[in-house]
């Protein structure tokens, strides 16, 4: 894994993921405020996000990008990442998460959708991008709205990993 691959926008710019970033998203996954948008809610550790790159990223059914800030340090703020990957489907499952709470409401994630879903259209070769937002999670799904994504079925009563349940929406996006 690389990190010379840069995507830029006007506001953030997306990288590739190195192992190097595992002390942020550890950092962020435990933030309460990502880990409580994720039906995934245990403690994140760096041997979980080991795992997660031996067993996904590094076998090619996961991609994942860091989210930098355009500022001169090109600060990472949060990641965004293509799981389940098929090819023979040119399916994928998008997932994005701010990190810093700093970072959130200056539209970096809408931003990112769009950047990240032309790129994986193109560079991936998918035809379909689905994800799953919690129903009540307005500020997400007005920013997968804006990107493009239009819901295609309610799932209730989702189960978290604390036991928890809420109601999700499924959304997709098809290569236009």
């Given amino acids: 894994m690389t990190d010379t691959m840069w995507i830029t926008g006007q506001k953030i710019?997306?990288?590739?993921?190195?192992?190097?970033?595992?002390?942020?998203?550890?950092?962020?996954?435990?933030n309460p405020r990502v880990r409580g948008?994720?039906?995934?809610?245990?403690?994140?550790?760096?041997?979980?996000?080991e795992n997660w790159i031996r067993d996904h990223v590094e076998k090619g059914d996961v991609v994942q990008l860091i989210i930098c800030e355009n500022d001169p340090g090109r600060r990472p703020v949060g990641s965004v990442y293509?799981?389940?990957?098929?090819?023979?489907?040119?399916?994928?499952?998008?997932?994005?998460?701010?990190?810093?709470?700093?970072?959130?409401?200056?539209?970096?994630?809408?931003?990112?959708?769009?950047?990240?879903?032309?790129?994986?259209?193109s560079q991936l070769h998918l035809q379909k991008i689905f994800l799953r937002v919690f129903a009540d999670n307005v500020p997400a799904r007005r920013s997968y709205e804006h990107a493009?994504?239009?819901?295609?079925?309610?799932?209730?009563?989702?189960?978290?990993?604390?036991?928890?349940?809420?109601?999700?929406?499924?959304?997709s996006m098809e290569r236009g």
């Fill in 13 to 30: 710019s997306l990288r590739r993921m190195t192992r190097q970033d595992t002390p942020l998203i550890v950092r962020w996954r435990n």
């Fill in 148 to 171: 493009g994504f239009h819901k295609i079925q309610d799932l209730p009563n989702v189960t978290c990993s604390d036991g928890t349940e809420r109601d999700m929406i499924l959304m």
């Fill in 82 to 121: 293509y799981r389940d990957i098929d090819q023979a489907a040119q399916t994928a499952e998008y997932g994005i998460f701010i990190g810093e709470d700093d970072a959130t409401g200056k539209g970096y994630g809408n931003e990112t959708a769009q950047l990240a879903t032309d790129w994986a259209f």
């Fill in 37 to 49: 948008n994720f039906i995934y809610r245990e403690n994140f550790t760096p041997q979980t996000h």
